[in-house]
Structures are given as structure tokens and as C-alpha cells.
């Protein structure tokens, strides 16, 4: 079992940046791909950014390439988003999530979620 704690949201005008962390419960951090994702109001969930086991490979949805960057430190059990030049429709309630396996694009792959944390960007 698997324990996700996000933090770092809030509001931000645009152009502004955050960064995001996500620590983990368990001595097996390093075993999983981690994934950022997000959920607007009224949307569905999508894929941000996602890092594998060593933090060699990333993957970013096109709409952050760019402006966001996904790091891990597996000695601290915690992960990463740093959001610079942000926009107001990056505003969101932003997940991260654990995967052994699966594509990292994909919602359902990912076994353990946080509760979210709340970024906001105004105009």
C-alpha cells in the first residue's frame, strides 16, 4: 500500500509559477512510475507529466511541454512538478499517482492516487 500527500498549490497570476510535491509512505517509492494529473471543473481527468522508476524517462502532455518539468528524489520518496509561465487554463485540482506498469498516459493504469491540490491561475 501506498500513500500520496500533494502540496504546493495555489493561486498564481499568470506567467507566475509553482512547484508542486508529492511524498509517499513505504520503502518502495522507487519501484513506481509516478504521474502528475489533472481535473478542471465539468472535465476529465488528463495526463500532465509522468516520470519513470530512476527518473531517466519523462513524458509531458503537449499543452506543458515546455513550461513544466517533472523530477523525482527516490531518497526523499517524493515527486515533483515544477509549473513555470502559467496559464489561467492550467488552472485545475492537480493528482499525483503511482504505477508499476501500464502506459503512462493513462488514468486507469495508475494504482495509488493523492487527494489533490488546488492550483489557480488568474488573468
Known amino acids: 500500500q501506498v500513500q500520496l500527500v500533494e502540496s504546493g498549490g495555489g493561486l498564481v497570476q499568470a506567467g507566475g509559477s509553482l512547484r508542486l510535491s508529492c511524498t509517499a509512505s513505504?520503502?518502495?517509492?522507487?519501484?513506481?512510475?509516478m504521474g502528475w494529473f489533472r481535473q478542471a471543473p465539468g472535465e476529465e481527468r488528463e495526463f500532465v507529466a509522468a516520470i519513470y522508476k530512476i527518473g531517466v524517462i519523462k513524458n509531458y502532455a503537449d499543452s506543458v511541454k515546455g513550461r513544466f518539468t517533472i523530477s523525482r528524489d527516490n531518497a526523499k520518496n517524493t515527486v515533483y512538478l515544477q509549473m513555470n509561465n502559467l496559464k489561467p487554463e492550467d488552472t485545475a485540482l492537480y493528482y499525483c499517482a503511482a504505477k508499476r506498469r501500464g502506459a503512462y498516459e493513462n488514468a486507469t493504469a495508475y494504482d495509488y492516487w493523492g487527494q489533490g491540490t488546488q492550483v489557480t491561475v488568474s488573468s
Open positions: 513505504g520503502r518502495t517509492f522507487s519501484s513506481y512510475d
